[in-house]
């Protein structure tokens, strides 16, 4: 068992070593290779950074495979819910055709124009929270150098919070261990803020309207 671990852990230190070598090949003129290279070995990395803390049963982030890319400057995520619904909004990524590099876009929450948003509907969440920390402090997440990859949607393996959830419910006489085995921990990395919740499962809808229109629809959906 410790020779196993101790491999892993030896692989991962060279991959660290290939990925900073290869980040900084990205900073001179280049010569072809140096973007797939940087890729490549982050992959690698985050590869075996879950490899590791799976070998040794530690909570560990893994892509969730989302089928939508949000904005990584501002998605402005909204999260609405009640005891029995839970919904996530935010704004996509969107390409400026016209953008030269010189300027930046500006979301505007009241704008009256249309624009590209996504609507998460999570079934049978239990539990779901938006805030802290940002992405200027990922890495003193207990996730970072466990699999975490910022702007993305992940689930953690061996969540901690999931355990303490059910340990805590595990005192009422009616309480069913399974319940809490369908549930996954969502946590989805944004540029201000990171959203988590316990949930069973989620649908994706991606829409054309303002943030206004969505949010007032989101708000019958919780009073349906």
């Known amino acids: 068992m410790f020779n196993r671990s101790t491999k892993i852990e030896k692989q991962l230190v060279e991959a ?6 290869a ?9 072809g290779g140096e973007l797939e290279e940087f890729y490549a070995a982050h992959e690698e990395v985050l590869r075996l950074e879950r490899e590791l803390a799976k070998f040794k049963k530690e909570p560990y982030a893994v892509p969730c495979n989302f089928p939508v890319k949000w904005d990584t400057g501002a998605p402005l995520p909204f999260l609405l819910c009640n005891d029995n619904r839970t ?8 390409t400026d055709p016209n953008w030269d590099g010189t ?3 500006v979301v505007d929450l009241a704008s009256s124009e249309s624009a590209s948003l996504c609507l998460v509907t999570f079934q049978n969440c239990f539990s779901a929270k938006l805030g802290h920390p940002n992405d200027e402090v990922q890495s003193g997440h207990p996730l970072a150098g466990r699999g975490l990859e910022g702007y ?5 393996i061996n969540s901690p919070w999931l355990e303490e959830v059910a340990k805590i419910n595990s005192v009422h006489p009616y309480d069913d ?3 809490w ?3 996954n921990h969502y946590i989805f990395w944004f540029h201000d803020c990171t959203f988590e919740c ?3 499962s989620y649908t994706v809808e991606v829409l054309r309207e303002t943030m206004a229109q969505l949010l007032v629809r989101v708000q019958g959906k919780l009073l349906e």
């Open 103 to 105: 300027y930046v876009n």
């Open 23 to 31: 980040t900084k090949a990205l900073a001179p003129m280049h010569k």
């Open 16 to 21: 660290n070593r290939r990925l900073m070598d």
């Open 181 to 183: 085995k369908s549930l």
């Open 152 to 156: 993305t949607a992940q689930f953690v």
């Open 198 to 200: 316990l949930a069973e």
């Open 177 to 179: 261990s399974n319940r």
């Open 87 to 94: 919904f996530l909004t935010f704004y996509v990524t969107e």
